[in-house]
């Protein structure tokens, strides 16, 4: 019976939608409807509200409703989505303000001469616009109206400027920052938590150990990693639009013809050319600039985007007269202001030292008021002019409620299909398809490129995503990250814009064509643009560095970068550096060689010992490499004959746990009918009959498992383990050889400072003499916490002291005498000190910058820049764990 609620709730989303239903409401509707409908017939029938739901019932599913809601407004960690409106505002405020026009125009001035130029232009232009704006709908009105008259004038083909149009007008689902990317990093989110229970329940299942390593583990993804991931594909995209026109214009020079600029190409056109574009690319590199440096987040770049767009749209609304420049003039001198300020000063409020700092601090008020003024000034004539303000407050807050409800909606119609054990049919679907995870892909690519044919992007991004994404991301096999697919779902559903017969770019632009303009042309002339959208995607799957590289980069070279032992790094680190030992291999021993040949003597026998034991394995580590190099080689001899016997296992177990679910589902419809009397004895049988086919088919399949399986299991995990235990002694080995060198290191470079602490040592014994017990240890203790590391026989001694002077009657002898044998010490102490940084200190730090960034690298805080290239490389491409699965 679930899958009956189940068709009923596709079929009436489907009837609602296709009966011009909002989808806001069509969306909830559909489930709370087939929710009410499979409640009341569970009760009627078996006496049990949730008899017909595989999961849970009617108040676990608005349990989960209620959850959802919270999420998307109230959790505090959950706010991808604040960037919402902040884009949107952004947009509107740059299309209304006509920047939008000002780029067109100029843009087809620059490039009509060239053969193709207007198509150009507005691929251009559209790339400019996705980029600010984001708003597919604004940008394809705006260049129908102001370049499709002139394309026509010039002699274009009909189908090939309205294509262009369209193509370029969609630029703005995939260039960051896109609302879109922003939806899918929010539902990417949930969906990789799932995926990464799935991926640890198979971990667990195939070799029987509860916890997954981490270096298997899946990482979700952001708003700021999709706009990173995204801007490379989109890229690709403007530049095979840019292709295709080309190569249409030599072809066919009939098709776009060039259209000679009638005016001058002057100092004044390009003044011109200069103030249109500079201040959009400007906003641009701030509000992207700002999430690839890491200096801001998505949030943070939507809010200077909001007012960059506020500030441009103060002038431009102002035309050519007199003072339409000083809000921006002002805002731009407060921004230097500010800079120069936080560049002298320390601006730290809840710290302010001296003259200085309340100085700093005036001026960055100063500074700020300025641009706050500037804020308003652009506020209050967007407010005055046209009622601009009014009209893009009023947008962004429909649009931004739009894609709200709809989240909503979304969500709730998701519930319900879980409930009816539609994600598991999904599951079972796709994992029964035979070629693994290509297969797999491929079907779902497919289809949301046919719903695009029907459906809208968000109700793609928010009905599909979180039921297939589950799935893909936790295949072993592809090991794809959530980017990567985040990306291509983008790239794929940029053509729902473009596909006949519901594409809204079509209609969009139907709306303001002339008659001259046939509605088959414009269907004719989208058809190219949506296969070089297909080979983009094509291009794109096949190059995941393209998607992955910019967010790993950037995060690695971030302020919150992970250090070089973070798990996750270290086969590519270890890719990276045995590659660097092949080069500077010689020059490394060499520096070891030198080392070792240092006058230890003046260290104390325990660092002595320490450092000589750490040169020792600093030598070992070439041979460690090599026993890594020759278990990896071992390992890729054999996988050859191992993976297809491993596949085939794996099938297995997939094809078993599909049988399991069946059984658990039958089974529990036969609890019902026994428990309610609702089922007659025959269908009792008949479902008992079913269960012990399926388990016969259970049996069938494990009787399959090829008879080498075990032997072959056996021998990879051995190997795999010689594998294992080579990479963790190489690891080991370096943190070992380079840690002795961080001690002794930090200790001869503390001389100086424990060194002038011999005054406030020896001014002890008056405070013992003299002082009342408690303050004489709150001296002493004060004192031992002042020396640092190393020095723990001191501190023993002094601590000794301090408990003397404990009670009311202190013993000050004993205190004395203790203080005595601490002063001994640390004469001591900094003697060999002082003599082993004369002696020693240019020698170690001669071979700490020798073997740092090598065999010292895993104790590093962070990877030096040009090593995060390298390693963000490799991790930017996909791996196959899946034999450790």
Same mark, same amino acid.
């Given at each position: 019976?679930?899958?009956?609620?189940?068709?009923?709730?596709?079929?009436?989303?489907?009837?609602?939608?296709?009966?011009?239903?909002?989808?806001?409401?069509?969306?909830?509707?559909?489930?709370?409807?087939?929710?009410?409908?499979?409640?009341?017939?569970?009760?009627?029938?078996?006496?049990?509200?949730?008899?017909?739901?595989?999961?849970?019932?009617?108040?676990?599913?608005?349990?989960?409703?209620?959850?959802?809601?919270?999420?998307?407004?109230?959790?505090?960690?959950?706010?991808?989505?604040?960037?919402?409106?902040?884009?949107?505002?952004?947009?509107?405020?740059?299309?209304?303000?006509?920047?939008?026009?000002?780029?067109?125009?100029?843009?087809?001035?620059?490039?009509?001469?060239?053969?193709?130029?207007?198509?150009?232009?507005?691929?251009?232009?559209?790339?400019?616009?996705?980029?600010?704006?984001?708003?597919?709908?604004?940008?394809?009105?705006?260049?129908?109206?102001?370049?499709?008259?002139?394309?026509?004038?010039?002699?274009?083909?009909?189908?090939?400027?309205?294509?262009?149009?369209?193509?370029?007008?969609?630029?703005?689902?995939?260039?960051?920052?896109?609302?879109?990317?922003?939806?899918?990093?929010?539902?990417?989110?949930?969906?990789?938590?799932?995926?990464?229970?799935?991926?640890?329940?198979?971990?667990?299942?195939?070799?029987?150990?509860?916890?997954?390593?981490?270096?298997?583990?899946?990482?979700?993804?952001?708003?700021?990693?999709?706009?990173?991931?995204?801007?490379?594909?989109?890229?690709?995209?403007?530049?095979?639009?840019?292709?295709?026109?080309?190569?249409?214009?030599?072809?066919?020079?009939?098709?776009?013809?060039?259209?000679?600029?009638?005016?001058?190409?002057?100092?004044?056109?390009?003044?011109?050319?200069?103030?249109?574009?500079?201040?959009?690319?400007?906003?641009?590199?701030?509000?992207?600039?700002?999430?690839?440096?890491?200096?801001?987040?998505?949030?943070?770049?939507?809010?200077?985007?909001?007012?960059?767009?506020?500030?441009?749209?103060?002038?431009?609304?102002?035309?050519?007269?007199?003072?339409?420049?000083?809000?921006?003039?002002?805002?731009?001198?407060?921004?230097?202001?500010?800079?120069?300020?936080?560049?002298?000063?320390?601006?730290?409020?809840?710290?302010?030292?001296?003259?200085?700092?309340?100085?700093?601090?005036?001026?960055?008020?100063?500074?700020?008021?300025?641009?706050?003024?500037?804020?308003?000034?652009?506020?209050?004539?967007?407010?005055?002019?046209?009622?601009?303000?009014?009209?893009?407050?009023?947008?962004?807050?429909?649009?931004?409620?739009?894609?709200?409800?709809?989240?909503?909606?979304?969500?709730?119609?998701?519930?319900?299909?879980?409930?009816?054990?539609?994600?598991?049919?999904?599951?079972?679907?796709?994992?029964?398809?035979?070629?693994?995870?290509?297969?797999?892909?491929?079907?779902?690519?497919?289809?949301?490129?046919?719903?695009?044919?029907?459906?809208?992007?968000?109700?793609?991004?928010?009905?599909?995503?979180?039921?297939?994404?589950?799935?893909?991301?936790?295949?072993?096999?592809?090991?794809?990250?959530?980017?990567?697919?985040?990306?291509?779902?983008?790239?794929?559903?940029?053509?729902?814009?473009?596909?006949?017969?519901?594409?809204?770019?079509?209609?969009?632009?139907?709306?303001?064509?002339?008659?001259?303009?046939?509605?088959?042309?414009?269907?004719?002339?989208?058809?190219?643009?949506?296969?070089?959208?297909?080979?983009?995607?094509?291009?794109?799957?096949?190059?995941?560095?393209?998607?992955?590289?910019?967010?790993?980069?950037?995060?690695?070279?971030?302020?919150?970068?992970?250090?070089?032992?973070?798990?996750?790094?270290?086969?590519?680190?270890?890719?990276?550096?045995?590659?660097?030992?092949?080069?500077?291999?010689?020059?490394?021993?060499?520096?070891?060689?030198?080392?070792?040949?240092?006058?230890?003597?003046?260290?104390?026998?325990?660092?002595?010992?320490?450092?000589?034991?750490?040169?020792?394995?600093?030598?070992?580590?070439?041979?460690?490499?090599?026993?890594?190099?020759?278990?990896?080689?071992?390992?890729?001899?054999?996988?050859?004959?191992?993976?297809?016997?491993?596949?085939?296992?794996?099938?297995?177990?997939?094809?078993?746990?599909?049988?399991?679910?069946?059984?658990?589902?039958?089974?529990?419809?036969?609890?019902?009918?026994?428990?309610?009397?609702?089922?007659?004895?025959?269908?009792?049988?008949?479902?008992?009959?079913?269960?012990?086919?399926?388990?016969?088919?259970?049996?069938?399949?494990?009787?399959?498992?090829?008879?080498?399986?075990?032997?072959?299991?056996?021998?990879?995990?051995?190997?795999?383990?010689?594998?294992?235990?080579?990479?963790?002694?190489?690891?080991?080995?370096?943190?070992?050889?380079?840690?002795?060198?961080?001690? *002794?290191? !930090? /200790?001869?470079? =503390?001389? %100086? @400072?424990?060194? #002038?602490?011999?005054? +406030?040592?020896?001014? $002890?014994? &008056?405070?013992?003499?003299?002082?009342?017990?408690?303050?004489?240890?709150?001296?002493?203790?004060?004192?031992?916490?002042?020396?640092?590391?190393?020095?723990?026989?001191?501190?023993?001694?002094?601590?000794?002291?301090?408990?003397?002077?404990?009670?009311?009657?202190?013993?000050?002898?004993?205190?004395?005498?203790?203080?005595?044998?601490?002063?001994?010490?640390?004469?001591?102490?900094?003697?060999?000190?002082?003599?082993? *940084?004369? !002696? /020693?200190?240019? =020698?170690? %730090? @001669?071979?700490? #910058?020798?073997?740092? +960034?090598?065999?010292? $690298?895993? &104790?590093?805080?962070?990877?030096?820049?040009?090593?995060?290239?390298?390693?963000?490389?490799?991790?930017?491409?996909?791996?196959?764990?899946?034999?450790?699965?």
């Amino acid at each position: 019976m679930e899958i009956v609620f189940l068709i009923v709730l596709m079929l009436t989303m489907m009837l609602a939608l296709g009966g011009g239903f909002p989808v806001a409401f069509a969306l909830p509707g559909s489930a709370i409807v087939t929710i009410a409908l499979a409640a009341v017939s569970g009760l009627l029938f078996e006496g049990d509200t949730a008899a017909y739901f595989v999961h849970g019932g009617p108040l676990q599913w608005l349990s989960a409703g209620v959850t959802n809601f919270r999420g998307i407004y109230w959790e505090a960690e959950r706010d991808t989505l604040i960037a919402v409106p902040l884009f949107i505002f952004m947009g509107i405020m740059l299309e209304r303000s006509k920047i939008a026009e000002d780029l067109l125009i100029t843009m087809a001035q620059l490039f009509g001469p060239v053969p193709g130029g207007l198509g150009i232009s507005v691929v251009i232009v559209g790339a400019l616009l996705a980029a600010t704006t984001g708003i597919v709908g604004a940008t394809v009105i705006a260049m129908g109206l102001i370049s499709l008259p002139v394309m026509l004038r010039a002699n274009y083909s009909h189908s090939l400027a309205t294509g262009t149009i369209n193509a370029s007008g969609t630029l703005g689902q995939i260039i960051p920052p896109s609302i879109v990317l922003i939806i899918l990093a929010d539902q990417l989110s949930n969906a990789t938590d799932q995926a990464s229970a799935i991926r640890t329940a198979d971990y667990k299942l195939g070799t029987g150990k509860v916890s997954l390593p981490t270096e298997f583990d899946l990482t979700s993804t952001s708003a700021g990693d999709m706009f990173l991931g995204a801007f490379l594909p989109g890229m690709v995209l403007v530049g095979l639009y840019i292709l295709y026109i080309l190569v249409v214009a030599l072809i066919r020079p009939h098709m776009a013809p060039p259209a000679p600029y009638k005016g001058k190409f002057d100092r004044a056109f390009a003044q011109r050319v200069f103030m249109v574009l500079v201040p959009p690319l400007a906003l641009i590199f701030t509000v992207l600039g700002s999430i690839v440096m890491g200096v801001a987040t998505v949030n943070q770049a939507g809010a200077l985007g909001a007012v960059g767009a506020m500030v441009m749209a103060g002038y431009r609304l102002m035309g050519d007269r007199k003072g339409a420049y000083h809000p921006a003039l002002l805002a731009i001198a407060s921004i230097a202001a500010l800079v120069a300020v936080l560049s002298t000063f320390d601006i730290n409020v809840k710290n302010i030292q001296g003259a200085s700092g309340w100085i700093g601090v005036v001026l960055a008020a100063v500074a700020s008021a300025a641009f706050l003024a500037s804020l308003l000034w652009s506020g209050w004539r967007a407010y005055k002019i046209d009622d601009t303000l009014q009209g893009v407050m009023v947008e962004t807050a429909k649009t931004t409620s739009l894609v709200f409800i709809i989240l909503i909606g979304a969500a709730m119609l998701t519930a319900a299909f879980r409930a009816f054990g539609g994600e598991e049919l999904v599951k079972d679907f796709l994992t029964g398809l035979p070629g693994g995870f290509v297969t797999k892909f491929v079907v779902v690519m497919a289809v949301i490129f046919v719903l695009g044919f029907f459906l809208d992007f968000i109700e793609i991004a928010v009905v599909v995503v979180p039921i297939v994404a589950p799935i893909l991301l936790a295949d072993p096999t592809a090991n794809v990250t959530a980017v990567w697919l985040g990306v291509m779902i983008g790239v794929n559903m940029q053509t729902s814009f473009l596909t006949p017969p519901f594409g809204f770019a079509l209609f969009y632009l139907r709306g303001v064509a002339p008659a001259i303009v046939k509605t088959i042309e414009m269907y004719k002339g989208v058809i190219p643009f949506i296969a070089l959208q297909l080979i983009g995607l094509v291009i794109v799957g096949l190059s995941p560095p393209l998607v992955n590289y910019l967010p790993n980069r950037v995060y690695l070279t971030s302020e919150t970068a992970p250090p070089p032992k973070n798990p996750r790094l270290q086969a590519c680190l270890e890719q990276y550096l045995f590659g660097v030992f092949d080069q500077d291999g010689g020059r490394l021993k060499a520096s070891i060689a030198v080392a070792r040949a240092l006058p230890l003597g003046s260290l104390p026998d325990k660092y002595q010992k320490s450092l000589e034991d750490g040169f020792k394995k600093a030598e070992a580590t070439f041979g460690l490499v090599e026993k890594v190099r020759a278990a990896e080689v071992a390992i890729a001899a054999f996988v050859p004959g191992f993976a297809p016997l491993h596949a085939q296992v794996r099938d297995i177990r997939v094809e078993t746990w599909a049988l399991d679910r069946k059984i658990k589902r039958h089974s529990k419809d036969k609890d019902d009918m026994s428990r309610y009397g609702t089922g007659s004895a025959e269908e009792i049988l008949e479902l008992e009959a079913r269960i012990e086919d399926l388990n016969r088919q259970k049996d069938d399949l494990k009787a399959g498992t090829p008879p080498a399986w075990a032997a072959g299991h056996k021998e990879y995990l051995a190997l795999a383990g010689t594998e294992t235990k080579a990479r963790r002694t190489y690891r080991r080995n370096v943190d070992d050889a380079y840690e002795p060198l961080i001690e *002794v290191r !930090k /200790l001869l470079t =503390g001389t %100086a @400072a424990l060194a #002038a602490l011999e005054g +406030q040592i020896e001014a $002890l014994a &008056q405070v013992i003499a003299t002082a009342p017990g408690v303050e004489a240890m709150i001296t002493i203790k004060a004192a031992s916490s002042a020396l640092g590391d190393g020095t723990s026989k001191i501190k023993s001694k002094l601590n000794k002291a301090r408990r003397a002077m404990k009670g009311e009657s202190p013993k000050r002898d004993k205190a004395a005498k203790q203080l005595a044998a601490a002063l001994e010490l640390f004469t001591a102490e900094v003697a060999w000190r002082q003599e082993a *940084v004369e !002696k /020693l200190g240019p =020698g170690l %730090a @001669a071979y700490d #910058a020798a073997i740092a +960034q090598t065999i010292g $690298l895993r &104790q590093q805080a962070r990877l030096a820049t040009e090593q995060a290239k390298e390693v963000a490389s490799c991790l930017s491409i996909h791996r196959d764990i899946s034999l450790s699965f």
